[in-house]
Nanobody, 120 residues
Framework: QVQLVESGGGLVQAGGSLRLSCAAS????????MAWYRQVPGKQRELVAA???????KIADSVKGRFTISRDNAKNTVYLQMNSLKPEDAAVYYC??????????????WGQGTQVTVSS
């Protein structure tokens, strides 16, 4: 099993910044890709960004240029740096993990989620 723990969520003003962290533990050898998804009430969970342990990334068009995903393999941790936050970015953000690019369709593991609220 792999456990994922998110942190860093909170309340920020529009235009502000926030950095989310996700630490993985357990059977780390079974995953090589991690991602951030987000979900708001009444809508499907959507991919925000994904990264492999070799550094390949995918960023959603809605956040491109504002959000950056990065990793620290030594710490088994991924980060989501969120800049120029907009009210529509408010959501519960979930960390996910999988083997390969199946991370984009059906992640094997999910974190509990961390709330991001953006005020205007």
């Amino acid at each position: 099993q792999v456990q994922l723990v998110e942190s860093g969520g909170g309340l920020v003003q529009a235009g502000g910044s926030l950095r989310l962290s996700c630490a993985a533990s357990g059977s780390i050898s079974s995953i090589n890709a991690m991602a951030w998804y987000r979900q708001v009430p009444g809508k499907q969970r959507e991919l925000v960004a994904a990264i492999t342990n070799l550094g390949s990334t995918k960023i959603a068009d809605s956040v491109k240029g504002r959000f950056t995903i990065s990793r620290d393999n030594a710490k088994n941790t991924v980060y989501l740096q969120m800049n120029s936050l907009k009210p529509e970015d408010a959501a519960v953000y979930y960390c996910a993990a999988a083997w390969g690019w199946s991370i984009l369709q059906s992640p094997d593991y999910w974190g509990q989620g961390t709330q991001v609220t953006v005020s205007s």
